[in-house]
């Protein structure tokens, strides 16, 4: 049993876990505030990670202004979907919304495909190069790097929730919009900033995907993976959005160095079967009680 | 305008086609496609066909999501099951090509009442992601099994009817458009029922529909049962119709555009999964002719794909918005706009 | 609430209008070509995942049509180019060729893809008359009996796997090889066979690792290069990532293997992306690049036609027109009629050919392929690809 190949495997998978995290907590916040469930998550990721490669690449940008470019970029985009696209859609059922998700994701493709075409494409690099060792085991860095900010994002997201007037908003928004309005809270505020963050958020995990995978117009697939990480930590809660991924992370690495590399995708999706059959909104996820 | 239509008798109420116009009109929509494949170049025939097929699992489609409400993106898996059903069939036993499409039936069928079973746990969304999962283990299975093979895929040889082999547009026509046409009145039928009944009832309120007495795992199981036996049955066409089936011909995009035919078409119509499916088939072929028109000097060749991708979410986010019940909607005000002229209201 | 009537406006502009449209092109006829003119058509991925080889290949075909018909087309026929954009799908390749035969004579085909060019194989077979070829190197299709109307521009994967391992095999006897390749029937196409070939020079296979399709963290894949510890690494199946990953990953470690790519991994551009991680980076290139410096009067010209930099994509492209333009020329110079039969006996009669310089030495085809290579190395300074080896022929 070789545990240095082993532990390697496991940093490996903690290390992709924080990024699974990341994506997820973004996910979460436009849950927890809005109750939609976005499955353009992966699009928005890349309209980030294309938008640093604009300013980065593109414009030449000092790689700190183009990270803070990127994330204000697709800020502003994040507030105006919200408005153009999500706000009509107040009341209709899930499904519809869902499936409006679904439709911006394609329209963010295609708008990337259309000004940088479908190629593949490599981001300039601006993670520290040397290799990190945890005794012997090998880290590679930027899985390093991301998995700090990640952790640290996760961290002041969970802060906010708990003790910032704004996170106790969305909080109060997401369990009963009428009471929130009743208390004073302008609730359509609440959610374009929830939008809002959620793009910023999900700006700053692809960036750190670009880094490790380049950037093309397929990267939304990455969502689906979220999706996963998601359903099984509960959708509205974001610490299980952290200790999913990690889980997720781990589980997949572990699956691709054991098993091959082709049973990575089926591990997760057998996973997450296996929640929903036994628990149905995943591990920290508030139980929704349907009423007649 | 339309007069003189009071029923007389439940059975004249509940007629699929409840006036003399309508019946006149469903002859000539007849008489069209018997003709088409006279009047129509090989390409048209091509499209009919591909529209034909995305028809049939439109509306299969339609019977789980548009009126049981069970919200599936596996449609292209169960259609892979059927098409890959078929071609291993073609290959191990040979026979008669009608008996492969319902055994891709059949194996699909299974299929979805094995991916329904977890719609007693979980339900909407939740219901959608195990659908999506389902999606991957088809992948996973078509790429793995021994038999299906592997990243490759297989060819399948064409349908032969007395000798005669189906292998151009021009004849498959003549197996696809009648089978989409038996499925697609099968499906209006089936909502004359008392199954088609509980199926909307399940819909609108699934507790309720408990409390009415209607068995809530049978039949919805039932529901997704049937609309598999579609998509294996249209995926069975589908082979026989490209002869080549590969695990990459049935992703989840494919899913994905089954369910945007259903939202633009309307959901819980059968007209809506014909328009539906028609529109969103036609639509790419339009783009690329419109396309081609417009005045941009040098290539535009490489335009067409992501515009098309656009058009297509654009198509997705717009209907729900302004139209949420879809064309079918259209097409009911403009019927109404003829019953009721040369009155307003 | 009236119910003012708006939807039939909203009907009209959103439905009768395409549909008219559509309808009315339907009727009228397209521009198309003459009576005894020798059409080319194309499904060309301009758009999707391969869109960058595609702009290329259209490149390509284009300008070697063009340059042909500026010296009299063949015999004195006029060639024209019919393409279509396909995004690298099957099913919208499958429309585009229906399409552009029902509308056109067609005498030659060029496909983009491996699934596209089985899944028309049946069709092509009951025409009979079209010889098609594309940017497929597929092993399969490397069979004249079952793909009797199609070759390939070029050696299949498994040769260019053949023309690296027997590259490896000279410069390092016995070293320790790795294949990593992609989770498609592109990726998997040659490994088994390449295993076996490996096995035959007394080579050793470390490693097999496959990565999923679409995969953005690697790390773990890395990892299993490690322990193989390689002295070659061989990457198939991509396009660019993970390519980068992983030699930076490795580099990272202290992996001391050197790593190679096979045809489509091989275009400047692409290499050049990996940064300083480049450097070094070796493959197997049927073709000569655009700025090679050997004598080529095919590459002056195209020099002359193109000032900037093309593609491996345009050569390929280039190519396979003057292949399927030179099978067309020997038919009708026998006198015989253009089928597709008669257009691949021409093609296989392709002895000692001289293309000109875009491939180094004169060429044969040999069943339906072309099995000749050359390995080139990448030279980070100079931002080229100069040659590592000379003309590898396979038998």
């Not at chain 3, 322990?227 to 993970?242: K, S």
Request: proline share 4%.
């Amino acid at each position: 049993m070789d545990w240095l190949f082993l532990f390697e495997v496991v940093l490996a998978g903690i290390g992709a876990g924080g990024l699974y995290a990341l994506a997820g907590l973004a996910f979460v916040i436009i849950y927890k505030a809005t109750q939609v469930v976005n499955l353009a998550i992966g699009e928005m990721l890349m309209l980030g990670a294309y938008a640093f490669f604009a300013f980065a690449a593109g414009m030449q940008w000092p790689i700190p202004v183009a990270i803070m470019a990127a994330i204000a970029v697709c800020a502003v985009l994040g507030g105006v979907v919200e408005r153009l696209a999500i706000r009509p859609m107040l009341g209709e059922s899930p499904i519809s919304v869902f499936m409006v998700t679904v439709g911006l994701g394609s329209i963010m493709v295609g708008l990337v495909e259309l000004i940088w075409s479908a190629d593949q494409r490599r981001l300039p690099e601006f993670i520290p190069n040397e290799p990190i060792f945890l005794g012997e085991a090998f880290i590679s860095p930027k899985i390093f790097y991301s998995f700090l900010v990640a952790v640290v994002l996760v961290a002041i997201s969970l802060a906010v929730f708990r003790w910032w007037r704004g996170g106790v908003a969305l909080r109060a928004t997401a369990s009963d919009q009428g009471a929130a309005y009743a208390m004073g809270i302008n609730v359509p505020r609440v959610f374009s900033l929830a939008w809002i963050v959620a793009a910023a958020l999900s700006a700053v995990a692809g960036i750190a995907v670009g880094a490790i995978g380049g950037v093309s117009s397929s990267m939304g697939i990455f969502g689906l993976s979220v999706l996963v990480v998601v359903i099984v930590g509960g959708l509205d809660s974001v610490l299980g959005a952290l200790l999913a991924g990690l889980l997720i992370g781990v589980l997949e690495a572990l699956a691709g160095a054991y098993l091959g590399g082709e049973f990575k995708l089926l591990i997760t999706f057998l996973v997450l079967v296996a929640v929903l059959m036994v628990r149905p909104y995943g591990l920290f996820g508030t139980r929704e009680i349907e009423r007649l | 305008m339309r007069i003189a239509t009071a029923k007389e008798s439940y059975l004249q109420d509940e007629a699929l086609f409840d006036s003399r116009t309508q019946r006149v009109w469903a002859a000539l929509l007849g008489l069209a496609l018997i003709a088409y494949p006279f009047m129509a170049n090989d390409y048209w025939l091509y499209l009919a066909c591909l529209v034909a097929i995305n028809v049939a699992s439109a509306t299969g489609l339609n019977i789980l999501t548009g009126y049981t409400g069970l919200v599936s993106l596996g449609q292209a898996a169960f259609m892979g099951l059927g098409a890959y059903t078929v071609a291993v069939m073609e290959h191990h036993v040979g026979g008669f090509f009608l008996l492969n499409l319902l055994a891709a039936g059949v194996v699909a069928m299974a299929g979805g009442i094995v991916v329904g079973i977890p719609s007693l746990r979980v339900k909407g969304l939740y219901l959608a992601i195990v659908t999506i999962a389902a999606s991957f283990l088809a992948h996973f299975l078509f790429v793995n099994s021994g038999f299906t093979g592997g990243t490759g895929g297989m060819t399948v040889p064409p349908a032969q009817v007395a000798g005669v082999a189906l292998d151009t547009s021009f004849r498959i026509y003549w197996l696809i458009v009648p089978v989409t046409v038996l499925m697609v009145l099968g499906a209006a039928n089936l909502f004359r029922t008392r199954i088609g009944r509980a199926f909307i009832a399940i819909r609108d309120r699934d507790i309720s529909a408990e409390v009415l007495g209607i068995p809530l795992l049978r039949y919805k199981l039932l529901s997704f049962g049937l609309s598999s036996f579609y998509a294996g049955v249209a995926g069975g066409l589908w082979a026989y119709f490209f002869r080549v089936v590969t695990p990459e011909s049935f992703p989840l995009i494919m899913s994905i555009f089954f369910l945007a035919a259903i939202i633009v078409g309307g959901m819980g119509t059968i007209l809506g999964g014909i328009l539906g499916a028609i529109f969103m088939t036609m639509v790419p072929e339009v783009l690329r002719i419109l396309v081609g028109l417009l005045p941009v000097s040098g290539d535009t060749l490489q335009f067409v794909s992501p515009v098309r991708t656009i058009v297509f979410g654009l198509l997705i986010v717009g209907f729900l918005i302004f139209e949420p019940h879809g064309l079918a909607e259209v097409w009911r005000r403009i019927r109404r706009f003829f019953h009721l002229w040369p009155f307003r209201n | 609430m009236s119910h003012r009537y708006t939807g039939l406006s909203r009907f009209m502009r959103r439905v009768v209008a395409p549909l008219g449209v559509s309808l009315g092109m339907a009727l009228t006829p397209a521009a198309q070509a003459q009576g005894d003119d020798i059409v080319i058509g194309g499904s060309i991925p301009m758009s999707g995942v391969f869109a960058f080889a595609g702009v290329g290949i259209h490149a390509g075909i284009g300008d070697y049509v063009k340059m042909l018909n500026e010296q009299g087309g063949i015999n004195g026929r006029k060639v024209v180019y019919v393409p279509e954009d396909t995004g690298y799908k099957v099913d919208v390749s499958v429309a585009a060729f229906k399409k552009i035969t029902s509308q056109n004579k067609v005498n030659l085909y060029y496909g983009d893809s491996t699934g596209f060019s089985k899944t028309i194989n049946p069709e092509l077979d009951r025409k009979g008359d079209i010889l098609m070829t594309g940017a497929s190197f597929a092993t399969e299709i490397n069979d004249p009996d079952k793909f009797p109307a199609q070759f390939l521009v070029g050696p299949d994967y498994t040769e260019m796997f053949g023309i690296l391992l027997k590259y490896i095999a000279q410069e390092t006897p016995g070293a320790t090889v790795a294949f990593v390749y992609s989770d498609t029937e592109f990726g998997r196409d040659p490994i088994e066979s390449s295993r076996k070939r490996a096995e035959e020079l007394g080579l050793k296979v470390g490693a097999e690792i496959m990565t999923p399709p679409g995969s953005v963290d690697v790390s773990t894949e890395v990892l299993k290069l490690r322990r193989a510890r390689p002295d070659y690494t061989i990457f198939h199946g991509y396009v660019l990532a993970p390519i980068p990953e992983f030699v930076a990953q490795g580099r990272q470690m202290g992996l001391k293997s050197r790593y190679m790519g096979t045809f489509w991994t091989m275009d400047n551009s692409t290499v050049m992306q990996m940064g300083e991680n480049a450097d070094g980076f070796m493959g197997v290139m049927p073709f000569r690049y655009y700025y090679d410096e050997e004598k080529a009067p095919m590459l002056e010209k195209i020099r002359a036609m193109r000032p900037e930099y093309q593609s491996t994509a345009y050569m390929q492209g280039f190519m396979a027109a003057m292949l399927m333009t030179e099978a067309v020329k020997r038919t009708l110079d026998e006198g015989k009629e253009l089928t597709s039969k008669n257009m691949k006996a021409a093609l296989q009669s392709i002895r000692d050919f001289d293309t000109g310089g875009i491939i180094g030495v004169p060429i044969s085809v040999k069943g339906n392929s072309v099995p000749v290579g050359r390995i080139y190395r990448a030279d980070y300074a100079s931002k080229k690809m100069v040659p590592a080896s000379d003309w590898i022929i396979l038998d």
